[in-house]
C-alpha cells in the first residue's frame, strides 16, 4: 500500500539554481535581488500596485494591523472560521474581536451579517476567502465605505483566485497572502502584504524594515536613513525570495495542475452530493476557483470521523480543518456574541482531500473509489441523517 500525505512540497528545479545565484550574489538579506523580481512579478503580470513579501502571512497580517492604527478597544470583524493569524494580528494591537459567522453556502464569511455587527468601536472589516473562493466583495466593500472601515483581505489560500475578475488581495485596503508550505506557492515559510493605495505606500515600507526609511534611503530618495515610526522585522532574506521566485515562473504549471485534481474530484464525486450522502464544495457566479483545497462536507460529525478513518487504514490522509475561534480555549470566555451555526457545521463536518501538484490522476481515482466504496459500504447507516444540514 502507497501512503497518499495531504500535502507534499512541490519544489521546482530552478529553485536550486536560485538559491545558488542568491548566495553568490553576496547580498542574502532582506530585500535584495530575488525581492525585487518578485515584487516585479506581482506589479508588472499581475498588476498589484505595490506588494512587500514577508516571512509570513501572519507579519503581512501583523502589518496591516499597524497600518490600520488599530488600537485598544476598537472592534475588528472577522468570521470564526479561520486560521488564529487573522484575529492574533489584531489581537497583538489591543483589538476586540467581533466574530461573524460563515454563509450557509460556502464557509465563507456572510457579508449580510456584517452590518449588523457594527458599531462605533467598529474599525475594519477582515474577509477570509477560504479555499481561495471570494468573498462577496462588493457588499463587504460598500458597507466599509459607509462606515468609514478598514478592509483587510486575508487571501492567505487566495493567490491566483479573482472576484469578478479583480485579483483577491487588491480589492480592501490591504491583503495578506502566505507562501507557506501548504499553501498552492511556497517558500516553506513565507508571505506577502498588498497595499492597494498610494498613501500607505512609504509607512508600509517603513514598518516591513523596523520603523526605518532605508527603502527610501537605497533608492536615493533621502541622503541619510533613520527611524521614522514603529515596525518590526518583516522582510524575509532573500535565499527564502529565491525559492518563492521558482514558485512564481511555474505558477500556471502549478495551477492547471491542482485544477486538473479538483475537478477530477469534483466530477467524480458529484454523484455522492446528487444521492445526498455529502456536500462538495460550491463556487459562487463572482468568484473564481484557484483549487487551494478540496473539501467534502459530511452529513454528520460522526460520518467524518468515519470516514477519515476509512481512508487512514487505506493509506489516505484526508484531514479537518478549523476549530472555531470563537470556542477556542484562548478565546472562548471572552466571546461575547451569539451562537454560529454555520460556522460550527464546517468545523464538525469539513473534509479536506489530499490536493498538492506531484498527486497523480490514478491517485485521485484511487482516493474516489475509497470513498465511494465507504458510502456503499455504510449507505444504510448515513442517508437518513443527511437532510438535517
Ligand atoms: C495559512 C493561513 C494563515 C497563516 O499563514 P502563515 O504564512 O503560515 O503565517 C493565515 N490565514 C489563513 C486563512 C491561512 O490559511
Given at each position: 500500500m502507497t501512503f497518499i500525505p495531504f500535502n507534499k512540497p512541490y519544489v521546482p528545479i530552478q529553485s536550486y539554481e536560485y538559491i545558488k545565484e542568491a548566495i553568490g550574489r553576496g547580498k542574502i538579506s532582506g530585500n535584495g535581488f530575488f525581492t525585487q523580481r518578485c515584487h516585479n512579478f506581482f506589479c508588472d503580470q499581475?498588476?498589484?500596485k505595490k506588494v512587500l513579501l514577508t516571512s509570513s502571512c501572519t507579519d503581512a497580517l501583523e502589518m496591516s494591523a499597524i497600518l490600520t492604527q488599530i488600537s485598544p478597544g476598537d472592534e475588528v470583524i472577522m468570521p470564526?472560521?479561520?486560521?488564529p493569524s487573522t484575529a492574533n494580528a489584531f489581537i497583538l494591537r489591543g483589538a476586540h474581536i467581533v466574530f461573524a459567522d460563515s454563509e450557509s453556502t460556502n464557509?465563507?464569511?456572510?457579508?449580510?451579517q456584517v452590518a449588523s455587527l457594527i458599531t462605533e468601536k467598529t474599525k475594519a472589516i477582515v474577509p477570509v476567502h477560504y479555499a481561495g473562493v471570494s468573498c462577496d466583495m462588493d457588499t463587504i466593500m460598500q458597507i466599509a465605505r459607509e462606515n468609514q472601515l478598514y478592509v483587510v483581505e486575508d487571501a492567505a489560500q487566495a493567490i491566483d483566485s479573482y472576484y469578478k475578475g479583480i485579483p483577491l488581495?487588491?480589492?480592501?485596503?490591504f491583503g495578506a497572502f502566505s507562501f507557506h508550505e501548504?499553501?498552492?506557492?511556497?517558500?516553506g515559510e513565507g508571505g506577502m502584504l498588498a497595499i492597494n493605495?498610494?498613501?500607505?505606500f512609504d509607512r508600509s515600507e517603513h514598518i516591513w524594515e523596523k520603523g526605518t526609511n532605508r527603502s527610501s534611503f537605497f533608492r536615493n530618495e533621502v541622503d541619510k536613513y533613520g527611524w521614522v515610526d514603529i515596525g518590526s522585522s518583516f522582510l524575509p532574506s532573500d535565499i527564502i525570495a529565491a525559492l518563492l521566485y521558482a514558485q512564481l515562473e511555474e505558477m500556471d504549471t502549478i495551477q492547471s495542475k491542482r485544477l486538473q485534481i479538483w475537478d477530477r474530484y469534483y466530477s467524480q464525486l458529484k454523484h455522492l452530493e446528487q444521492n445526498g450522502y455529502l456536500r462538495l464544495p460550491s463556487i459562487p457566479d463572482y468568484a473564481s476557483n484557484n483549487a487551494h483545497l478540496f473539501y467534502l462536507i459530511c452529513s454528520c460529525e460522526k460520518q467524518r470521523q468515519d470516514l477519515i478513518l476509512y481512508l487512514k487504514n487505506r493509506g489516505i490522509s484526508a484531514i479537518f480543518h478549523y476549530l472555531p475561534l470563537h470556542k477556542s480555549p484562548y478565546y472562548k470566555d471572552k466571546y461575547r456574541g451569539p451562537k454560529l451555526p454555520h460556522s460550527e457545521l464546517y468545523a464538525d463536518r469539513l473534509l479536506r482531500l489530499p490536493l498538492y501538484y506531484n498527486l497523480e490522476l490514478d491517485q485521485v481515482d484511487q482516493i474516489v473509489e475509497t470513498i465511494c466504496e465507504f458510502f456503499s459500504t455504510k449507505k444504510t447507516i448515513y442517508s437518513a441523517s443527511i437532510n438535517e444540514r
Open positions: 499581475l498588476k498589484f470564526s472560521f479561520t486560521f464557509p465563507n464569511m456572510d457579508a449580510s488581495g487588491t480589492i480592501g485596503h501548504t499553501k498552492n506557492l511556497s517558500s493605495h498610494e498613501r500607505y
